[in-house]
């Protein structure tokens, strides 16, 4: 049993259906606010962090770096954002505290034009006088795919891991933003003219280097929310994982 070091003002239930690996329901963001929580299933399970999203940049021609979606990409509320009808010039740039294996997409309205993701890493710092180098991942794997139509359902787009290089966004010696490990996506084609997200989760960089956690235990944990923005729980059939957030 644990006791708090200050007291404590709200206590919030939550249950997550998990499921075997690759299952979207079996990522979780951290809610808002909270950095404590108890966890804990009927069953053994397997647990994984995963690195925060701290910028979900959208990008065009025309305006440049117009939003910034990740308070919305990574609520845990029915909140969504929208990047309808997305443009093959338009980017979403993601940067996250560490470098991922992937992200998990929780798609509210799906895209169905036929298309593919053009996904790439920045391998090449921005300096003062040159902005930074993207490179395509390898090794991609699209499970949003619905009958060749990328984020058309719920799931994962995995890649090769890479080590990414950390770098500030923006121009020149006045960068809009903030160190991180950047990727960025576009489609090949235009999207649905109603296309929108509710949760982007990054994927822990080892898909089978997991914690193990046993059945019936309650899992205690003090959140870093400054590196931390999620977790990825899996077991080998469904069941409910039961969350108490704590602050």
């Known amino acids: 049993m644990r006791t708090y070091d200050a007291p404590i003002r709200e206590v919030c239930g939550d249950d997550q259906t998990i499921n075997i690996a690759g299952t979207p329901s079996n990522y979780r963001a951290i809610r808002p606010g909270f950095r404590d929580v108890k966890l804990v299933c009927d069953t053994a399970w397997r647990l994984g962090l995963s690195p925060r999203l701290v910028h979900c940049l959208y990008y065009t021609v025309a305006g440049g770096y117009v939003a910034d979606y990740a308070s919305t990409a990574t609520s845990t509320t029915a909140s969504h954002f929208h990047i309808d009808?997305?443009?093959?010039?338009?980017?979403?740039?993601?940067?996250?505290?560490?470098?991922?294996?992937?992200?998990?997409?929780?798609?509210?309205?799906?895209?169905?034009?036929?298309?593919?993701?053009?996904?790439?890493?920045c391998s090449t710092a921005q300096t003062l006088t040159a902005a930074p180098t993207f490179t395509d991942v390898a090794g991609d794997s699209d499970q949003t795919d619905a009958a060749g139509a990328?984020?058309?359902?719920?799931?994962?787009?995995?890649?090769?891991?890479?080590?990414?290089?950390?770098?500030r966004l923006g121009t020149g010696n006045a960068p809009a933003y903030q160190n991180c490990y950047w990727y960025r996506f576009k489609p090949l084609?235009?999207?649905?003219?109603?296309?929108?997200?509710?949760?982007?989760?990054?994927?822990?960089?080892?898909?089978?280097?997991?914690?193990?956690?046993s059945a019936a235990v309650e899992y205690?944990?003090?959140?870093?929310?400054?590196?931390?923005?999620?977790?990825?729980?899996?077991?080998?059939a469904e069941k409910h994982l039961y969350i108490s957030w704590i602050r």
């Open 85 to 121: 009808a997305m443009a093959a010039t338009s980017y979403l740039y993601l940067g996250v505290t560490m470098p991922v294996l992937g992200f998990c997409f929780d798609i509210t309205d799906a895209n169905a034009e036929v298309t593919t993701l053009d996904m790439e890493y």
């Open 189 to 213: 084609a235009a999207l649905s003219a109603t296309t929108s997200i509710a949760n982007i989760i990054p994927i822990y960089k080892s898909a089978t280097d997991l914690g193990y956690m």
């Open 220 to 236: 205690n944990f003090n959140v870093d929310t400054t590196l931390i923005g999620g977790w990825y729980a899996q077991c080998s």
């Open 150 to 167: 990328t984020l058309g359902v719920d799931g994962e787009y995995t890649f090769t891991y890479v080590d990414v290089v950390r770098s």
